[in-house]
Every structure is written in C-alpha cells, then in structure tokens.
C-alpha cells in the first residue's frame, strides 16, 4: 500500500489546501471496492457523462444529491420476498446489494439530467460559468478628432 504525504504541500502553498485534501480522498478512494462499475467521458467543451452499471435497480431504489460539489449516488435496494414468491435459488450472481458512490464535482460543474435504460444510470453534467467569469471582448476606441491636426507641419505639394 502506497500513500503520498502532502505535508510540505501545505507548508509551502497557501490555497492549495482543498486541492490537496481532493488528492487524498482520491487516493484512499481508489482503494475501495470497485461496485458498481462507472464510466466517466467528456461529451463536449462543457459537457461530461457518468454512466453507473446499476443492473435490477429500479428508479425508485435510487437516490441523487448534489451539495457543495459532491455529487452522490445510492442505491437502496428493497427488501425481496423471496419466500413468498416461492423461489429457490442454487446460485444468486446478481449483485443486489446497497451502494453509494461519490464524485467531486469541479466549481461550476451542475447535474443536468438523469435518466437509467438498460440497467445504465447516465447522469449529464455540464460547466456553467457565471457570465462574470466569462471571457469577453473590449472594443478599441479612437479617439474623437478635436478638430486640431494630430501632426503639425506645412502641406507640401507633390509635383
């Protein structure tokens, strides 16, 4: 087991401290298990996709929340009645467990939509910037001719 230590991280830079807690919790993060399988792609300048493999989840056994940029997904699975619905299993692959996955989402970074087809939870996230932290484009002004001439000097005639 591999861990960083970004002690003189915080020692030599001053707001740089979230970015570094980020790297931690990534860090113990990925050591977790690996349930439910995600796929996170870019589908524009702006725009980003998490698909989640939530195969016998029902939309209502799953719970989305955004708060402040920690995007969390949970699935609670109802309790099946397996005797009264007189089945007997000999071998149960289905993974029918509770889960819950956490991403942080960059500053400005909102949840569009959501929508699960074919057992895939797709959660569309896009970046909006407030128009303050928009580029923008300043016109160059001339200035307005005061009627004196900008360069003195006698008119001379060609010949």
């Not at 980003?48 to 949970?74: M, Q, S, W």
């Not at 099946?80 to 029918?96: F, I, M, Q, V």
């Amino acid at each position: 087991m591999r861990t960083d230590d970004f002690t003189p991280l915080y020692r030599s830079a001053v707001g740089f401290d979230r970015l570094a807690g980020l790297l931690e919790s990534a860090a113990r993060t990925s050591q977790e298990n690996g349930w439910p399988p995600y796929n996170i792609e870019t589908t524009g300048e702006n725009a980003y996709r998490i698909e989640i493999a939530v195969a016998g989840f029902k939309p209502d056994e799953l719970t989305l929340e955004v708060k402040e940029n920690l995007l969390t997904v949970a699935g609670r699975k109802t309790a099946n009645d397996d005797a009264g619905a007189g089945r007997t299993y000999l071998h149960r692959g289905l993974a029918e467990r509770d889960f819950e996955r956490r991403f942080q989402l960059a500053d400005y970074v909102v949840v569009k939509n959501a929508e699960l087809a074919d057992g895939l939870l797709s959660i569309e996230l896009a970046r909006e910037l407030p128009e303050a932290l928009k580029p923008r484009r300043i016109e160059i002004g001339v200035p307005v001719a005061s009627g004196k001439p900008l360069i003195e000097g006698k008119k001379s005639r060609a010949a």
